[in-house]
Protein backbone atom coordinates (compact mmCIF):
# COMPACT_ATOMS: atom_id res chain seq x y z
CA UNK A 1 0.00 0.00 0.00
CA UNK A 2 2.80 2.23 0.93
CA UNK A 3 4.42 1.90 -2.24
CA UNK A 4 0.78 2.67 -4.12
CA UNK A 5 0.92 5.34 -2.55
CA UNK A 6 4.69 6.69 -3.27
CA UNK A 7 3.38 6.51 -6.23
CA UNK A 8 0.11 8.62 -6.87
CA UNK A 9 2.07 11.17 -5.04
CA UNK A 10 4.75 10.93 -7.41
CA UNK A 11 2.37 11.06 -10.41
CA UNK A 12 0.10 13.85 -9.05
CA UNK A 13 3.48 16.01 -8.42
CA UNK A 14 4.25 15.20 -12.42
CA UNK A 15 0.60 16.53 -13.33
CA UNK A 16 1.29 19.80 -11.30
CA UNK A 17 4.33 20.43 -12.59
CA UNK A 18 3.14 20.05 -16.15
CA UNK A 19 0.64 22.32 -15.45
CA UNK A 20 2.72 25.08 -13.93
CA UNK A 21 4.50 24.69 -17.28
CA UNK A 22 2.03 24.84 -19.18
CA UNK A 23 0.11 27.99 -17.29
CA UNK A 24 3.98 30.21 -17.55
CA UNK A 25 3.95 30.87 -20.93
CA UNK A 26 0.51 31.40 -21.23
CA UNK A 27 1.03 34.38 -17.89
CA UNK A 28 4.33 35.76 -19.89
CA UNK A 29 1.63 35.92 -23.11
CA UNK A 30 -0.41 38.04 -21.11
CA UNK A 31 1.87 40.30 -19.23
CA UNK A 32 3.72 40.92 -22.52
CA UNK A 33 -0.10 41.80 -24.47
CA UNK A 34 -0.32 44.56 -21.37
CA UNK A 35 2.88 45.50 -21.91
CA UNK A 36 1.91 46.07 -25.62
CA UNK A 37 -0.81 47.90 -25.37
CA UNK A 38 0.29 50.25 -23.12
CA UNK A 39 3.29 51.23 -24.65
CA UNK A 40 1.21 51.27 -28.71
CA UNK A 41 -0.66 54.46 -28.88
CA UNK A 42 -4.71 54.49 -28.82
CA UNK A 43 -5.91 53.08 -31.94
CA UNK A 44 -8.73 55.73 -32.23
CA UNK A 45 -6.68 58.22 -31.96
CA UNK A 46 -4.38 57.51 -35.08
CA UNK A 47 -7.51 57.04 -36.68
CA UNK A 48 -8.68 60.66 -35.78
CA UNK A 49 -5.53 62.17 -36.98
CA UNK A 50 -5.17 60.30 -40.05
CA UNK A 51 -8.76 61.36 -41.36
CA UNK A 52 -7.66 64.97 -40.32
CA UNK A 53 -4.50 64.61 -42.33
CA UNK A 54 -7.29 63.45 -44.91
CA UNK A 55 -9.22 65.75 -44.37
CA UNK A 56 -6.81 68.69 -44.50
CA UNK A 57 -5.21 67.34 -47.58
CA UNK A 58 -8.27 67.02 -49.87
CA UNK A 59 -9.39 70.82 -48.57
CA UNK A 60 -5.58 72.16 -49.69
CA UNK A 61 -6.57 70.63 -53.20
CA UNK A 62 -9.99 72.41 -53.84
CA UNK A 63 -8.40 75.21 -53.05
CA UNK A 64 -6.00 74.84 -55.18
CA UNK A 65 -8.33 74.01 -58.12
CA UNK A 66 -10.49 76.98 -57.17
CA UNK A 67 -7.21 79.35 -57.75
CA UNK A 68 -6.41 77.89 -60.96
CA UNK A 69 -9.66 77.44 -62.15
CA UNK A 70 -9.99 81.57 -61.12
CA UNK A 71 -6.36 82.30 -63.30
CA UNK A 72 -7.59 80.59 -66.02
CA UNK A 73 -10.71 82.80 -66.07
CA UNK A 74 -8.95 85.58 -65.56
CA UNK A 75 -6.83 84.57 -68.63
CA UNK A 76 -10.33 84.06 -71.05
CA UNK A 77 -11.79 87.11 -69.53
CA UNK A 78 -8.85 89.45 -71.11
CA UNK A 79 -8.99 87.44 -74.34
CA UNK A 80 -12.66 87.85 -74.73
CA UNK A 81 -12.56 91.46 -73.94
CA UNK A 82 -9.79 92.22 -76.28
CA UNK A 83 -11.97 90.28 -79.11
CA UNK A 84 -14.33 92.59 -79.37
CA UNK A 85 -12.20 95.56 -78.84
CA UNK A 86 -12.77 96.33 -75.00
CA UNK A 87 -10.21 96.88 -72.73
CA UNK A 88 -9.45 93.85 -70.70
CA UNK A 89 -8.12 96.33 -67.32
CA UNK A 90 -12.00 98.06 -67.85
CA UNK A 91 -13.13 94.24 -67.85
CA UNK A 92 -11.31 92.94 -64.99
CA UNK A 93 -12.21 96.02 -62.78
CA UNK A 94 -15.73 95.47 -62.79
CA UNK A 95 -15.45 92.40 -62.22
CA UNK A 96 -13.09 93.16 -59.08
CA UNK A 97 -15.48 95.97 -58.00
CA UNK A 98 -18.66 93.83 -57.35
CA UNK A 99 -16.47 91.35 -55.29
CA UNK A 100 -14.81 93.76 -53.61
CA UNK A 101 -18.22 95.96 -52.57
CA UNK A 102 -19.84 91.85 -51.55
CA UNK A 103 -17.03 91.65 -49.31
CA UNK A 104 -17.58 95.00 -47.66
CA UNK A 105 -20.90 94.32 -47.15
CA UNK A 106 -22.03 90.92 -47.50
CA UNK A 107 -25.86 91.83 -45.74
CA UNK A 108 -26.87 94.10 -48.26
CA UNK A 109 -28.82 93.30 -50.74
CA UNK A 110 -27.98 95.10 -53.29
CA UNK A 111 -24.31 94.09 -53.48
CA UNK A 112 -25.66 90.73 -53.98
CA UNK A 113 -28.11 90.86 -56.79
CA UNK A 114 -26.94 91.38 -60.38
CA UNK A 115 -29.56 91.69 -62.85
CA UNK A 116 -28.30 90.26 -66.17
CA UNK A 117 -30.17 92.67 -68.98
CA UNK A 118 -29.29 95.12 -67.08
CA UNK A 119 -27.30 98.08 -69.48
CA UNK A 120 -24.54 98.32 -67.13
CA UNK A 121 -24.30 94.77 -66.59
CA UNK A 122 -23.88 93.68 -70.43
CA UNK A 123 -21.42 96.55 -70.86
CA UNK A 124 -19.20 96.29 -67.87
CA UNK A 125 -19.51 92.19 -67.33
CA UNK A 126 -20.82 90.91 -70.33
CA UNK A 127 -18.49 88.22 -71.07
CA UNK A 128 -19.04 84.29 -70.32
CA UNK A 129 -15.73 84.53 -68.31
CA UNK A 130 -16.76 87.44 -66.09
CA UNK A 131 -19.96 85.51 -64.89
CA UNK A 132 -17.94 82.55 -64.80
CA UNK A 133 -16.14 84.04 -61.98
CA UNK A 134 -19.05 85.53 -60.12
CA UNK A 135 -20.51 82.32 -59.74
CA UNK A 136 -16.70 80.39 -58.83
CA UNK A 137 -16.75 83.17 -56.24
CA UNK A 138 -20.63 82.36 -54.36
CA UNK A 139 -23.44 83.80 -57.23
CA UNK A 140 -26.06 81.55 -58.57
CA UNK A 141 -28.20 81.67 -61.68
CA UNK A 142 -32.02 82.37 -61.22
CA UNK A 143 -35.01 83.12 -62.64
CA UNK A 144 -36.70 86.30 -60.79
CA UNK A 145 -39.99 87.78 -61.31
CA UNK A 146 -39.12 91.54 -61.17
CA UNK A 147 -42.43 94.39 -61.02
CA UNK A 148 -41.99 96.99 -63.93
CA UNK A 149 -40.32 99.18 -61.62
CA UNK A 150 -37.46 96.85 -61.54
CA UNK A 151 -37.67 96.25 -57.64
CA UNK A 152 -38.16 92.60 -56.91
CA UNK A 153 -41.64 91.26 -55.93
CA UNK A 154 -42.56 90.69 -52.71
CA UNK A 155 -42.06 87.20 -52.65
CA UNK A 156 -38.30 88.30 -53.74
CA UNK A 157 -35.66 85.30 -55.57
CA UNK A 158 -38.65 82.33 -53.98
CA UNK A 159 -41.12 83.84 -56.87
CA UNK A 160 -39.82 82.04 -60.17
CA UNK A 161 -40.67 82.59 -63.90
CA UNK A 162 -44.40 81.63 -63.61
CA UNK A 163 -45.70 84.87 -61.48
CA UNK A 164 -46.59 88.12 -62.37
CA UNK A 165 -44.11 90.32 -63.77
CA UNK A 166 -41.25 90.07 -66.01
CA UNK A 167 -39.06 86.90 -65.53
CA UNK A 168 -35.01 88.06 -65.99
CA UNK A 169 -32.03 86.16 -65.32
CA UNK A 170 -30.26 87.34 -62.35
CA UNK A 171 -26.87 86.22 -60.40
CA UNK A 172 -27.79 85.92 -56.73
CA UNK A 173 -25.13 85.69 -54.08
CA UNK A 174 -26.13 82.37 -52.24
CA UNK A 175 -22.98 80.66 -51.48
CA UNK A 176 -22.22 83.22 -48.32
CA UNK A 177 -18.34 81.71 -48.15
CA UNK A 178 -16.49 84.39 -47.06
CA UNK A 179 -13.65 82.60 -47.76
CA UNK A 180 -14.28 81.67 -51.04
CA UNK A 181 -15.28 85.23 -51.88
CA UNK A 182 -11.84 86.41 -50.81
CA UNK A 183 -10.23 83.98 -52.49
CA UNK A 184 -11.37 85.35 -55.91
CA UNK A 185 -11.25 88.62 -55.20
CA UNK A 186 -7.93 88.47 -54.23
CA UNK A 187 -7.24 86.59 -57.81
CA UNK A 188 -8.59 88.70 -59.62
CA UNK A 189 -7.30 92.12 -57.84
CA UNK A 190 -3.41 90.40 -58.65
CA UNK A 191 -4.13 90.44 -62.29
CA UNK A 192 -5.66 93.61 -62.17
CA UNK A 193 -2.37 95.32 -60.21
CA UNK A 194 -0.54 93.17 -62.63
CA UNK A 195 -2.38 94.94 -66.01
CA UNK A 196 -2.38 98.32 -64.50
CA UNK A 197 1.59 98.03 -63.79
CA UNK A 198 2.01 97.18 -67.37
CA UNK A 199 0.58 100.27 -68.66
Known amino acids: QQGIQQQQQQQQQIHLQADGEAQVPVQQLEVQQQDAAMQSPDSSENTA ?3 A ?6 ANDVVL ?3 QKAQDLLHQLQQQA ?5 SSIAAVQAVAGVLSSLAKHPDEPK ?3 LRCSNTAFQRKLGYPAAV ?3 LLAGFVEKQLVWQQTGSP ?3 GDLQTAGGAGVPELVLVYARHDPGLLWLVLS ?3 DAEGRLLGSC
Open 111 to 113: YGR
Open 82 to 86: NQVGA
Open 153 to 155: TAQ
Open 187 to 189: VVQ
Open 49 to 51: AAA
Open 65 to 67: QKL
Open 132 to 134: QLL
Open 53 to 58: AGEGVA
